[in-house]
T-cell receptor, first 114, second 111 residues
Framework: NAGVTQTPKFQVLKTGQSMTLQCAQD?????MYWYRQDPGMGLRLIYY???????DKGEVPNGYNVSRLNKREFSLRLESAAPSQTSVYFC?????????????FGPGTRLTVL | LAKTTQPISMDSYEGQEVNITCSHN???????ITWYQQFPSQGPRFIIQ???TKVTNEVASLFIPADRKSSTLSLPRVSLSDTAVYYC????????????FGTGTQLKVEL
């Protein structure tokens, strides 16, 4: 039982390049989330998916797109990376979609945009 | 959305009890209070959750007064490995998009 896995662990992009961050969970959870964490800051929600086939915007969705490919996988895409998107990205999942449901986090992807 | 206020940092020594208080004056009737722990270069990890009074698990205790306008996370006999950032979250039971972690409390435990 691997929990929540993320790939890649590290990535360096040039401004304007695109990439997709992958996330998968093997806990049969319904909800999945993407957060970003800037240095010295708390986590901010980018997008979430309350159930398979649905996605919705969080606090900071601009510049990102997401796909809930199936119940296990939730990807985050940067179409045209900008230096302001340099951050650590965390994926999480939970059984339900409320704050009462414990979220389980992946190890993170450290992204640098030059 | 209930805004939370926590101390930015706290220092302690091994073996001591640490209490971190979170203020949430505009907590709503249906809100739960949840605490997460984050080590450097790792994702947050759930510690404890409560609605009222006291909750205890193998890691920590959570004290919530009757008015629920604040809560206190209590870590008994801390060790160096408890050095981490602790986040207090207060939010709706029906709104995943309302999650706000804030900047948390940096706890530093020394020998």
């Amino acid at each position: 039982n691997a929990g929540v896995t993320q790939t890649p662990k590290f990535q360096v992009l040039k401004t304007g390049q695109s990439m997709t961050l992958q996330c998968a969970q093997d806990m049969n959870h319904n909800s999945m989330y993407w957060y970003r964490q800037d240095p010295g800051m708390g986590l901010r929600l980018i997008y979430y998916s309350a159930s398979e086939g649905t996605t919705d915007k969080g606090e900071v969705p601009n510049g990102y797109n997401v796909s809930r490919l199936n119940k296990r996988e939730f990807s985050l895409r940067l179409e045209s990376a900008a230096p302001s998107q340099t951050s650590v990205y965390f994926c999480a999942s939970s059984e339900g979609w409320t704050l009462a449901d414990t979220q389980y986090f992946g190890p993170g992807t450290r992204l640098t945009v030059l | 959305l209930a805004k939370t206020t926590q101390p930015i940092s706290m220092d302690s020594y091994e073996g001591q009890e640490v209490n971190i208080t979170c203020s949430h004056n505009n907590i709503a009737t249906n809100d739960y209070i949840t605490w997460y722990q984050q080590f450097p270069s790792q994702g947050p990890r759930f510690i404890i959750q409560g609605y009222k009074t006291k909750v205890t698990n193998e890691v920590a205790s959570l004290f919530i007064p009757a008015d629920r306008k604040s809560s206190t996370l209590s870590l008994p006999r801390v060790s160096l490995s408890d050095t981490a950032v602790y986040y207090c979250l207060v939010g709706f039971t029906g709104g995943g998009n309302k999650l706000t972690f804030g900047t948390g409390t940096q706890l530093k435990v020394e020998l």
